[in-house]
Every structure is written in structure tokens, then in C-alpha cells.
């Protein structure tokens, strides 16, 4: 039985972590809730007992065996290696620690093994990276990806409450917080996280750089636009797939099928193909629309969503936190 934390315990983030350790039926010895100061002694009830958030220099004197942070990466800058020092496994949703060498960056389903005791930082990555490289893991393991083009339709809730709070403000007719440089409602615009020198935007750039180190191959060469769409749902994913070796479609179906984690919704003239609204709520990955490109030589597309607050993050997390209860605990 574990001391857990839940760093952020207050946001979207953290409420679907909430709900995701319920339905998992996660034990725990101690639950402790972390926001920030504002939201101190601020009561959120858990399987109908009432727990009392506290701020994080309070956490800092407590026992903790597993911290899941989702509050941001100044927060995580600052707590994880202090948390990590006293013993903890901190597993980090932020963009913090994701790309350094040392810190593995793990889909369960995937490459769960690069946890090892000592490691006690883990990255969980990006929510648009993890629905695309999970139903690229397979394809790679037995056709080698040579490059990936992918167009992401992403919702709202992946920029938190107040960019949810501008979208049904604007569906009223009302004035807003403006969180986004454009109206977001009846409109759509590609411009996710801030621009890059390259002209590429963070969110572009975290698509290419941890699905490399995911799927542990930086030959892969991979091409991103992110698009904002007035969605609450979930994320969507139009990716265009390009392998070394030739495959047969029915190879395709059959390890996608069987890749934990993935739900094949693949009926289009029977209008049966993954959407965020069908998403919402739900810990899986969902591919449809699945179909060759016949434009190049060993060419696929497919079209992914999931529920970028649950598999996107807050799924991930518990996940990862159950191995490590698994196997070092």
C-alpha cells in the first residue's frame, strides 16, 4: 500500500486522474491532493470520503511513494527533483522532462521496461503523441516507418478550463477571457502551443521529438501541423504513413487489432469511424478510416482520436504508476 500525490489535483488534468483511479480501483495506503495556493483547504471528495487540498510545501514534509504532477512545468522544474530525492517516483505530465536523456518517456503499452527501480522521474508524453505512437508501434515493428505526415485536430480542453470557458462563452454570445488569439467557436486555426524560429509550433515539435524517442528510432523523419478546432471531446489525428517494407492492408487491420490499447473502428460505409465526442470519456485509442495511399509506394492513412485528458494524460499516468506498483512495490 502507497503514500500518493496528486501534484495539480484542481485541473482538468487532475480531475480525470481522479476518475481514472476510481474506475482502476488504484490502492493506496494515503491519497494526498496538491494545488496551488489559492485552492488550499479546498474539498474534493474521493470514493465519498472528503479530502482537504494542500499546497506543495505542506506535501514536502509528507511520506510519498508515487507523485503524478499535472500542474504545469515550472511546478515540475522545481518539485520533482525534490520529491525524487526523498525517494518518490514522480511521474511528470508536463513537457518538463520529456526529452532528456536520462528520463524515460513512456507509453505503457510500449516501453513500460524503460522504468527501472532507480529511475524516479518518468515523462509522460505529450497527449497527441501518445495516440499517434501507439498505433504507429506496431506498424514500425514489422514495416519500419520511413516517414510520417500527420494534421492534428485538437480540442480545446488541451489548453485547460479557461480556453473550455472561452469556447462556450463564445457559443452564448458572450464576452471572454480571450486564452486563444482568435475566436475559437465556428472557427479553426494552426497555431498550437508558441511559434518556433523554424516556423514549426511547440505542439508540432513535440509530435516529432517524442515520437523518435518513443519508438527509439531519430531516422524516422516525421512532418506536423497542429490545428486548434472548437472541439471538447478529444484530439484527432489524420496521419499519412510511409514504410520500408511493402505490407498488405489486411496485415495493417490485424496488428492494429491486436495492439493493446487500440480500438479498430473501421467501417466507413456504414458510417462507423472514431470521433472525439465518441471518445470523450473513454481510456482507449481509436483508429478508423484506415486505407492505403496510393500516391507512393508503401503508403497508409489513418485517421486516430482518443480523449486527449484521459489516454492523452491522465490514463497514461495511472498507467504508469500501476507498473510501478507492479514491480517495485
Known amino acids: 500500500m502507497i503514500n500518493l500525490a496528486i501534484v495539480g489535483a484542481t485541473g482538468l488534468v487532475g480531475n480525470e486522474i481522479l476518475k481514472v483511479l476510481d474506475e482502476f480501483n488504484f490502492s493506496f495506503k494515503n491519497l494526498y491532493l496538491c494545488a496551488s495556493e489559492k485552492s488550499k483547504g479546498k474539498i474534493i471528495t474521493f470514493k465519498n470520503r472528503p479530502y482537504k487540498v494542500m499546497t506543495i510545501q505542506q506535501l514536502l514534509s509528507l511520506p510519498i511513494d508515487i507523485a503524478i504532477f499535472s500542474a504545469g512545468s515550472e511546478v515540475s522544474r522545481f518539485l520533482a527533483p525534490i520529491l525524487s530525492e526523498k525517494g518518490a517516483y514522480v511521474v511528470d505530465n508536463s513537457s518538463q522532462w520529456r ?43 514489422h514495416f519500419t516507418i520511413k516517414r510520417v505526415v500527420v494534421s492534428t485536430y485538437q480540442s480545446v480542453t488541451g489548453t485547460g478550463m479557461k480556453a473550455v470557458n472561452q469556447l462556450m462563452a463564445e457559443r452564448k454570445g458572450k464576452n471572454a477571457e480571450m486564452i486563444y488569439p482568435h475566436p475559437i467557436d465556428l472557427n479553426c486555426f494552426p497555431h498550437g502551443g508558441s511559434f518556433d524560429d523554424n516556423g514549426y509550433t511547440t505542439e508540432e515539435l513535440k509530435l516529432i521529438n517524442e515520437t523518435r524517442k518513443i519508438l527509439n528510432d531519430e531516422q524516422i523523419k516525421i512532418t506536423s501541423t497542429v490545428v486548434r478546432v472548437p472541439v471538447i471531446g478529444g484530439h484527432s489525428e489524420s496521419i499519412n504513413v510511409e514504410t520500408e517494407k511493402p505490407f498488405e492492408m489486411q496485415q495493417i487491420y490485424e496488428l492494429l487489432t491486436h495492439q493493446p490499447g487500440i480500438v479498430v473502428m473501421d467501417k466507413p460505409h456504414e458510417n462507423y469511424y472514431p470521433t472525439p465526442r465518441f471518445a470523450k470519456g473513454k481510456n482507449e485509442v481509436f483508429v478508423g478510416r484506415i486505407r492505403r495511399d496510393n500516391s507512393i509506394d508503401n503508403g497508409l492513412n489513418m485517421w486516430v482520436v482518443a480523449d486527449n485528458l484521459r489516454k492523452g494524460a491522465a490514463t497514461n499516468a495511472v498507467q504508469i504508476a500501476q507498473y510501478i506498483v507492479r514491480q517495485f512495490f
Open 99 to 141: 526529452l532528456y536523456p536520462n528520463v524515460p518517456l513512456v507509453v505503457p503499452e510500449i516501453n513500460a521496461h524503460t522504468i527501472r527501480p532507480e529511475t524516479r522521474i518518468i515523462a509522460n508524453p505529450n497527449c497527441s503523441t501518445i495516440q499517434m505512437v501507439l498505433a504507429l508501434y506496431p506498424i514500425h515493428q
